[in-house]
């Protein structure tokens, strides 16, 4: 109730006073992209309220074990989303998009509303401070909360950065950032959340072998899952950005600059998802302050590499030359939407080793003996899925059967490649008798038919 009121404040202040935010946000947008924007703003500013509603709904449920409708609210968001983009854009304009955002929110709450109502948690209007949940909640949330405003901070800057560059930068950096980001997300966020729970109660019981246990196992099969997923999106980039944008209004240019930022974001997947688990980890053994400082200082390194990286790729130097090659960007002359992208995998990596530092230092559950030989297995089978996408990849060229002017040819070529870079993965992996396979069939295979659990 208290971070509800404090929330709905924050909100309606926000709402009022818009117009100064988007000054800050994108400087760089003309008047009337600014007017649209506060527009825009000021209507998606209520989903937040109803998220917040939602993620408390959520957070009570997986108390009482109740995990299924907290994983499927994610899609009824999305749901909104298109249907916004469906059936309210031709009536209302890009305000549809808008009222889309709203729609998804409420439908990520409603979702859930039949299972929190029957879980047994009985629901109370209090307002008081002094109680001793309240005031452990709000001692490990602040520094969580600066730590995640401090994310959000960055993210206004950079999207202010890329208001100032060629136009559709915003566009090309949020797209390609988006495709990278959810294929992380889908497998290091649901592992860090779904691990949390059982090191949070072996740090409770001073259990620390178990503690250890849990967090190496995670941390490996992080690794050995998104570093596949990291080599099929650099070596495919371009096929990946032809297939989403086949039916888009997007030129040749801007596919090949949002093919070159996908690529530059696949190389800090890895990062990006043990940041998830690092994370969970401190905040398991109730330590929230240390991820938070990391986090402001990180933000502070992003911003400072992107305008650096920027700069540098304003003008013809050796490393505006050498990022143009290595990305096949030849003949185009304004490439710095991809300094955004390099500064933001740069950070991420940073990040992660950071804090995996600070693991090791302050929690002693990380070492490097007991996971080498895992991660010296994942890079020999993520040599030979690279080597078979690129093999792959490049016969199809010359096969006559795919013509690769069409959005179904770079597909097929998409999908084939794809396919066999990833069986090639998991046969060097079954050789190299890899221990994450048999992770990954205890955690998921041997469950079918069981009673759900939490543990992994």
Same mark, same amino acid.
């Given at each position: 109730? %208290?971070? !509800? ?14 117009? !100064?935010? @988007?000054?800050? @946000? ?25 998220? *917040? ?29 298109? %249907? ?17 955002? /709203? ?9 859930? @509303? ?109 690794? &050995?899952?998104?570093?596949? $997923? =990291?080599?099929?999106?650099? &070596? ?51 330590? #929230? ?10 933000? @502070? ?25 290595? !990305? ?8 710095? /939407? /991809?300094?955004?992208?390099? *500064?933001?995998?740069?950070?991420? $990596? ?18 490097? #003996?007991?996971? !080498?030989?895992? %991660? ?9 899925? =690279? ?15 795919? #013509? ?48 759900? #659990?939490?543990?992994?």
């Amino acid at each position: 109730n %208290i971070f !509800l009121t404090i929330l709905i404040a924050i909100s309606v202040a926000l709402i009022i006073f818009a117009p !100064l935010l @988007v000054n800050l @946000v994108a400087p760089g947008f003309s008047p009337e992209k600014k007017e649209l924007t506060v527009m825009l703003m000021r209507v998606m500013f209520l989903s937040p309220i109803i998220l *917040a509603i939602s993620s408390i709904v959520t957070g009570i449920l997986q108390v009482f074990h109740r995990f299924l409708v907290g994983a499927m609210a994610p899609i009824l968001y999305n749901t909104g989303i298109i %249907i916004g983009i469906l059936f309210f854009v031709p009536r209302f304009g890009l305000l549809g998009l808008a009222f889309g955002v /709203v729609l998804g929110a409420t439908l990520h709450l409603l979702i859930q @509303v039949p299972a929190f109502l029957f879980s047994g948690f009985a629901y109370k209007l209090q307002f008081n401070f002094r109680h001793p949940g309240v005031v452990k909640t709000l001692t490990l949330m602040v520094p969580r909360s600066l730590g995640l405003g401090a994310g959000q901070f960055n993210t206004m800057v950079t999207t202010a950065i890329a208001s100032t560059l060629i136009s559709g930068s915003i566009a090309i950096f949020n797209l390609a950032n988006n495709l990278a980001a959810m294929m992380v997300h889908t497998i290091a966020a649901s592992l860090s959340t779904a691990i949390f729970p059982p090191m949070a109660r072996a740090f409770a019981a001073k259990d620390i072998k178990t503690f250890e246990y849990k967090f190496q196992g995670a941390f490996s099969q992080i690794l &050995f899952l998104t570093i596949p $997923i =990291s080599i099929s999106l650099f &070596f495919l980039r371009t096929q990946i950005i032809r297939v989403v944008l086949g039916t888009g209004k997007f030129g040749w240019q801007d596919t090949r600059l949002t093919a070159a930022c996908l690529g530059i974001f696949a190389l800090g997947l890895c990062g990006q998802g043990l940041i998830f688990l690092l994370s969970k980890t401190f905040y398991a053994a109730h330590n #929230t302050k240390i991820p938070a400082w990391i986090s402001f200082g990180t933000v @502070v390194f992003n911003i400072a590499l992107s305008l650096i990286f920027v700069w540098l790729l304003s003008f013809s130097n050796v490393f505006y030359s050498a990022l143009q090659s290595i !990305l096949k960007l030849q003949n185009i002359q304004n490439i710095s /939407v /991809v300094g955004l992208a390099l *500064a933001f995998t740069v950070t991420a $990596i940073c990040e992660a080793l950071i804090l995996l530092f600070f693991v090791y230092k302050k929690l002693r559950v990380f070492r490097l #003996t007991t996971v !080498l030989p895992s %991660i010296y297995k994942i890079i020999i089978s993520g040599l030979v899925m =690279s080597t078979v996408i690129l093999l792959v990849r490049d016969a199809l060229v010359n096969y006559h059967s795919i #013509t690769l002017q069409t959005t179904l040819g770079v597909f097929l070529q998409l999908i084939i490649a794809g396919a066999c870079g990833l069986v090639g993965y998991l046969i060097a992996s079954f050789a190299l008798k890899s221990p994450e396979l048999k992770m990954i069939e205890e955690s998921f295979l041997r469950r079918v038919g069981k009673r759900p #659990t939490i543990d992994i």
